[in-house]
Structure formats: structure tokens, C-alpha cells
Nanobody, 116 residues
Framework: QVQLEEFGGGWVHPGGSLTLSCEAPAHVFGITAMGWYRQAPGKQRGLVAVVGDDGRTRYVDSVKGRFSLLRDSITRNTVHLQMDSLEPEDTAVYYC?????????WGKGTLVTVSS
């Protein structure tokens, strides 16, 4: 079992920035993919950004050039999502994701609200 702890989120003006962080327990080794998904009101949960074990990162098109996902190179159990130039359309509950031993694990979610 992998319990993911999420940090960050909150309210920001359009054009502002926020950073989300997610930590998996230090004793868990071998997490392959790790990243973030989001679910806006009335919509399905979808990919934001995920980094694989090969170090390659996938982004949903709508955040390319604005969001950046970094994975801790030493522990490999922490990821940070830097979100810049936030838009009202980015408002959603953001969920940390990790794949360990072929199983997907999710955080409880953190709300990001972009509004003037």
C-alpha cells in the first residue's frame, strides 16, 4: 500500500503561480511513474503531467509551456508540479498519482481555484 501525501493548492488570481508537491513513503522503493491528474467540476479525471521511470514526462496539451513536473532525483518518491500562468480553466481538484508494482495509487486530492 502506498499512501501519497499532497501539499499545496489553494486560490490564485489568473496569471498567478502555485506549486503542488506529492510525497510517497520513504520506505517504498521502485515507484515507476509518478505525477498529477485533475478533475474539474462536471468532468472526468484526466492527466496533467506524469514522469515515467525513464525520466520522460508527458503533459496534457493545455498545460504545455505553463506547467513543469520535477521528480526528486535521489529519493524518487517526491514530485513537484510548478504551475505558472494559471487560467480559470485550470480550476480543479488535483490528485497525485503513483504507479508501484503495477498498481495505481492516488492521493486524496487538493483543490486549486483560479479566479479573480
Amino acid at each position: 500500500q502506498v499512501q501519497l501525501e499532497e501539499f499545496g493548492g489553494g486560490w490564485v488570481h489568473p496569471g498567478g503561480s502555485l506549486t503542488l508537491s506529492c510525497e510517497a513513503p520513504a520506505h517504498v522503493f521502485g515507484i515507476t511513474a509518478m505525477g498529477w491528474y485533475r478533475q474539474a467540476p462536471g468532468k472526468q479525471r484526466g492527466l496533467v503531467a506524469v514522469v515515467g521511470d525513464d525520466g520522460r514526462t508527458r503533459y496534457v496539451d493545455s498545460v504545455k509551456g505553463r506547467f513543469s513536473l520535477l521528480r526528486d532525483s535521489i529519493t524518487r518518491n517526491t514530485v513537484h508540479l510548478q504551475m505558472d500562468s494559471l487560467e480559470p480553466e485550470d480550476t480543479a481538484v488535483y490528485y497525485c498519482y503513483a504507479n508501484w508494482d503495477g498498481v495505481a495509487y492516488w492521493g486524496k486530492g487538493t483543490l486549486v481555484t483560479v479566479s479573480s
